[in-house]
């Protein structure tokens, strides 16, 4: 017989208890694993008293529990449109079951089962809902096309804030067919914005809405000319240096932002040179702006220096006077020559991660650029001032690489 030396036998007395434990926690592990199946083939009783309140695209039924001791839940199974079915369970914890996604306003059948933990059917009972307008075709009915530079405004109201796609469509001069733009996808309760690339010729525009069960509205047609739209020629920009403008750091000039080169040099500022981030040029020309690209500082994206919000001044002055600018303004608000063109905010890294810790996708939607829309309300321009009201760092000295403009030239 193969001895055990005291310090063998030692380490074995103290590490039985803690296999002993993980091996019984373990056990535990598996047998939680384990589905509980009944062997009480007894058909449950039917649910009972059945009441209905419709809501927009649904309805929620309620109803009394059959008397059956191995009830786990109610099944309802259901047409939502011509092709498609859905099934919604409710546990037996509780008394209503909802019922979602049909494509119309008008009568639906819905069969309901009690099901036993055995897998066991009832009977069924057919409930007639007629649920009320669905969300997809209330914001369909909404929708306003308006002329836009370049292209289409789409306007309306999600009063529901229901998760809802809006589809645009435009004929194709070489196939006859209808090319459909990239669905915009939409939660929020309103519905505001603009698909471009067109010429100012006459359109034929068609908008339609989906909602996540896969129905879809029909098509309503308009036909709109678009606003001209053309990208400002940057070899007219010039540097309208005024004294409350921020000194500029590194050699990192103001004209490096509007000089064609989305990459280094950009324009830098000084760290502690000015209360406010700002620089002033001018345009070359009088434009109605619709839109601009804003690219920044790839390395140390969504950090440092980069801009998080920034306001867009605009002037139609033929020699515009230097002003001190707020920090925070409204749209539309007026100051000295200058008027607030729009306020905005970088968006947010895409990848969801903080902006201290962005990954390949981040620094991909940085280095392509972003696209930021102005008004079609705000007034003609012949000087910008663009103001870096933070950064994403928080510090007092801004970067940017490069700024497009677009709109019409007057």
Not at 135 to 164: H, I, Q, R
Request: charged share 20%; proline share 7%.
């Amino acid at each position: 017989m193969k001895k055990i030396d005291n310090r063998k036998r030692l380490a074995w007395v103290m590490l039985a208890p803690v296999l002993i434990m993980a091996l019984f926690s373990a056990c535990k592990k598996q047998e939680s694993n384990i589905e509980v199946v009944s062997n009480d083939k007894t058909k449950p009783g039917v649910v009972t008293d059945i009441k209905v309140k419709n809501f927009n695209g649904g309805a929620y039924i309620t109803y009394k529990l059959p008397a059956s001791a191995n009830l786990l839940y109610v099944l309802a199974d259901y047409k939502i449109n011509d092709k498609r079915s859905r099934q919604t369970k409710a546990s037996y914890y509780t008394d209503t079951i909802m019922v979602d996604g049909f494509a119309q306003t008008k009568e639906y059948q819905v069969t309901l089962y009690a099901v036993s933990r055995a897998n066991i059917k009832s009977d069924p009972v057919v409930v007639t809902v007629h649920p009320d307008l669905p969300e997809y075709l209330l914001v369909n009915s909404g929708l306003a096309l308006t002329p836009d530079f370049g292209g289409v405004n789409v306007f309306g109201l999600n009063k529901t804030n229901a998760p809802v796609a809006i589809h645009i469509i435009s004929p194709n001069a070489v196939t006859g067919k209808y090319d459909e733009k990239e669905p915009q996808y939409v939660s929020a309760d309103t519905v505001n914005f603009s698909v471009r690339g067109y010429q100012d010729n006459p359109v034929k525009f068609g908008v339609f809405t989906s909602d996540k069960y896969g129905n879809y509205s029909d098509t309503l047609f308009t036909t709109l000319t678009p606003f001209r739209e053309v990208p400002l020629d940057k070899t007219k920009f010039y540097n309208y240096h005024l004294p409350s403008d921020s000194p500029i750091g590194y050699g990192w000039e103001f004209h490096y932002f509007f000089d064609g080169n989305t990459g280094d040099p950009g324009w830098h500022t000084v760290p502690g040179g000015s209360p406010i981030i700002q620089g002033t040029f001018g345009l070359g020309v009088k434009a109605q702006l619709s839109r601009f690209t804003l690219w920044e500082r790839v390395s140390g994206a969504y950090g440092y220096a980069d801009a998080k919000r920034f306001t867009l001044w605009g002037s139609d002055k033929d020699a515009p006077q230097d002003i001190p600018l707020p920090n925070n303004s409204a749209v539309g608000t007026v100051i000295g020559d200058w008027v607030n063109m729009g306020s905005y905010n970088f968006p947010n890294p895409p990848s969801g991660l903080p902006p201290n810790q962005v990954n390949a996708q981040d620094i991909s939607f940085v280095a392509n650029g972003v696209d930021f829309n102005v008004s079609i309300n705000a007034p003609p321009t012949k000087f910008i001032r663009f103001v870096i009201n933070q950064t994403w760092g928080g510090v007092d000295y801004g970067n940017t690489m490069e700024i497009s403009l677009f709109g019409n030239p007057l």
